[in-house]
């Protein structure tokens, strides 16, 4: 059984671009959510994503896009990167969206710096 | 509103001593908790869960939690730690909305083990 892979594992932008960071889910789960780690604060919801369609978005503005593909894997996007946007960020995947299903699996993220 | 408080940001114990991280949650329903620990460079690892149920819960790595709903209050413990402990944890609340579910999460506590 796989786990989740995110890549890349680090990454420099310049303020104003563009960048893709992607997630390949655990075997078997349907569900992505992706976090923002800032440093020295817990992870924050972003959005998740639910058979290829946003289900579910927290406190983020639009410039912070997702997709999910047939086979699950995900692609978290931000465009117009501003220097705040610099954190570590966690993809996790998940069975389903029941209430009861919390059975994250997160991957070891990816570490963006925007300067 | 939904929030996670962790009183603690850094502890240090030494190796062989009792550990106890305190975590309180506001939250209108009955919660689900979570304790994940996460190492350097690394994702999150989930140790233990609450959904319903005996109140004490046993996780990994030989750690538990208790669930008091009167203080709101999910406190993990270890009755002896090890040097490889040293890591940041993170308490979370599951906060399931319309059709996703979402953790939120608390800011961590930072754990330094001494010799």
């Known amino acids: 059984e796989t786990g989740v892979t995110q890549s890349p594992t680090h990454l420099i932008k310049t303020r104003g671009q563009q960048v893709t960071l992607r997630c390949s889910s655990q075997?078997?789960?349907?569900?992505v959510s992706w976090y923002q780690q800032a440093l020295g604060q817990g992870p924050q919801f972003i959005f998740q994503?639910?058979?290829?369609?946003?289900?579910g978005r927290g406190n983020f503005p639009p410039r912070f896009s997702g997709l999910q593909f047939p086979n699950y894997s995900s692609e978290l996007n931000v465009n117009a990167l501003e220097l705040d946007d610099s954190a570590l960020y966690l993809c996790?995947?998940?069975?389903?969206?029941?209430?009861?299903?919390?059975?994250?699996?997160f991957g070891s993220g990816t570490r963006l710096t925007v300067v | 509103a939904q929030s996670v408080t962790q009183p603690d940001i850094h502890i240090t114990v030494s190796e062989g001593a009792s550990l106890e991280l305190r975590c309180n949650y506001s939250?209108?329903?009955?919660?689900?908790l979570f304790w994940y620990v996460q190492s350097p460079g690394q994702g999150l690892q989930l140790l233990l869960k609450y959904f319903s149920g005996d109140t004490l819960v046993q996780g990994i790595k030989g750690f538990e939690a208790e669930f008091k709903r009167s203080q709101s209050s999910f406190n993990l413990r270890k009755p002896s730690v090890h040097w490889s402990d040293a890591a940041e944890y993170f308490c979370a609340v599951g906060a399931p909305s319309g059709g996703y579910n979402k953790l939120i999460f608390g800011a961590g506590t930072r754990l330094a083990v001494h010799p």
């Open positions: 994503y639910y058979r290829e369609e946003e289900n």
């Open positions: 996790a995947s998940s069975l389903g969206t029941a209430k009861s299903n919390y059975g994250y699996t």
């Open positions: 075997s078997g789960h349907n569900t």
């Open positions: 939250y209108g329903a009955t919660p689900y």
